[in-house]
């Protein structure tokens, strides 16, 4: 069956585009994983159905940090035993859960919501820097860390964020050792980035 021609089914038209549009998948993908759906209705179809409607409904945006939780603030955000004074910058929310699985950061966390990128058109006001400054303005942090990513759009936003927090009176830090030139947060194992906050320096 050719799932492209007009002939096919629109239902299953949408579903296939819809997975097709997730990250990391493409159309012979999406096809395989509905033809599954399909067939698995009970055991598979429903329930994912559900599971997502009920994120959907439940999950939301901490309005502090931009983490995603049930809570609002996040349950990192209302922890009292987080050390307050130390806040680490992200560019996703992805970037927070793959440092918070190494356990070695026990502080606050900013999600940035992108990094700056002149070749997709990224710019400072698209990503919530302004919001990230005014919170280092009206809280006494020690220590600003900024955990991007070893890429070029990663180092810019970094200089960028350093740059505009320049003469604040806080301490600003970057990963070290263990982060590789061009390496993703999110694809890198808990030990490397362990040791990349522990060898954090000096922007």
Request: net charge neutral; proline share 3%; aromatic share 4%.
């Amino acid at each position: 069956m050719n799932y492209n021609n007009q002939n096919s089914q629109g239902p299953l038209d949408n579903l296939i585009k819809m997975l097709g549009n997730m990250p990391g998948l493409g159309n012979r993908s999406a096809r395989r994983i509905a033809l599954y759906l399909l067939q698995k209705r009970e055991t598979a179809m429903i329930p994912l159905a559900h599971a997502l409607q009920d994120a959907a409904e439940k999950i939301q945006n901490c309005d502090r940090c931009g983490n995603l939780d049930l809570n609002n603030p996040c349950k990192i955000c209302n922890d009292i035993k987080r050390e307050g004074g130390k806040i680490c910058v992200v560019a996703h929310v992805s970037d927070l859960w793959a440092i918070e699985r190494t356990g070695a950061f026990r502080g606050r966390y900013f999600v940035l919501g992108g990094l700056l990128s002149a070749l997709d058109g990224i710019g400072p006001e698209d990503l919530k820097i302004d919001k990230l400054v005014d919170q280092i303005r009206e809280h006494n942090y020690e220590e600003i860390i900024l955990a991007l990513s070893a890429t070029v759009d990663g180092q810019s936003t970094a200089h960028y964020i350093a740059d505009r927090i320049y003469g604040l009176n806080v301490k600003v830090t970057r990963l070290a050792h263990g982060v590789p030139v061009g390496g993703e947060l999110d694809y890198l194992d808990e030990g490397t980035i362990t040791t990349a906050l522990k060898s954090r320096s000096a922007a």
